[in-house]
């Protein structure tokens, strides 16, 4: 298993993180990738500044993968990459790569993955109007134990 | 007393321009007590606050998140965390 998180100052490219994948013993590679969109909540967007705090957000995410790979059998690689700073529109944000054997489990393990980060890691994002207006998007709270268990 | 310094992330921008803020704390200070500390710096210092934030804000160190009673590790710098919304 290998797990590899890291941070893009700006988008994210997709190549990033198919070079991460490198098993050939995997014959599923399952991909995510989060891009800015045009509207928000009915508001035209025209770009998104991503704040992070760096050293809690890897280490949190690292967790989500350890517990993803877990899920699936240990027997899985993950490739994570997250934006900060600006992201325009049609850019990504996010990337996320699981390989695995077989697709079930990459599949799983990618879900599993974008719905935890969006619950857990330490990011947040300042949308741009086209009015002019800016705002941080409303997210969830965090506490110290809120992820899920997964024995 | 000790100095503790606290960085501040996402909505916690709009109201100062700082990176971080210090607050002179007991050193038996729990998250707790230095959230409110927090919020009594931002009510006096920042035009429009909404304590909201605070109320749904947790502090955390480099690698964990802290417990509301969990007493605060000196010498440590400490971050604001707002709501999240990765992705």
């Known amino acids: 298993m290998s797990i590899y998180v890291e941070f893009s100052n700006g988008p994210v490219e997709h190549s990033s993180i198919t070079r991460n994948l490198t098993n050939n013993a995997h014959g599923a590679q399952n991909m995510f990738f989060g891009a800015v969109r045009t509207v928000n909540l009915g508001r035209n967007v025209t770009k998104i500044d991503y704040d992070l705090f760096a050293p809690l957000a890897k280490k949190v995410i690292t967790e989500i993968c350890e517990e993803s790979i877990k899920q699936v059998g240990e027997n899985a690689d993950v490739a994570v990459i997250h934006a900060y700073n600006t992201v325009k529109i049609g850019e990504l944000s996010i990337g996320i790569g699981v390989s695995t054997p077989h697709r079930a489990e990459s599949y799983d393990a990618c879900r599993y993955i974008i719905e935890e980060i969006k619950m857990r890691a330490p990011i947040w994002k300042k949308e741009y109007y086209e009015d002019g207006e800016t705002e941080w998007v409303q997210g969830h709270a965090l506490c110290q134990h809120n992820h899920r268990e997964t024995a | ?87």
């Open chain 2, 1 to 87: 007393m000790a100095k503790v310094t606290i960085r501040l992330f996402g909505a916690f921008r709009n109201y100062i321009s700082d990176e971080s803020v210090s607050l002179e704390i007991e050193e038996t200070t729990t998250a707790r007590e230095v959230r409110k500390s927090l919020e009594n710096y931002f009510i006096k210092n920042a035009q429009n606050f909404d304590s909201k934030i605070i109320e749904e804000s947790m502090l955390a160190t480099d690698n964990a998140v802290l417990n509301l009673d969990d007493k605060i590790p000196v010498g440590e710098t400490l971050a604001i965390l707002p709501p999240v919304c990765g992705g």
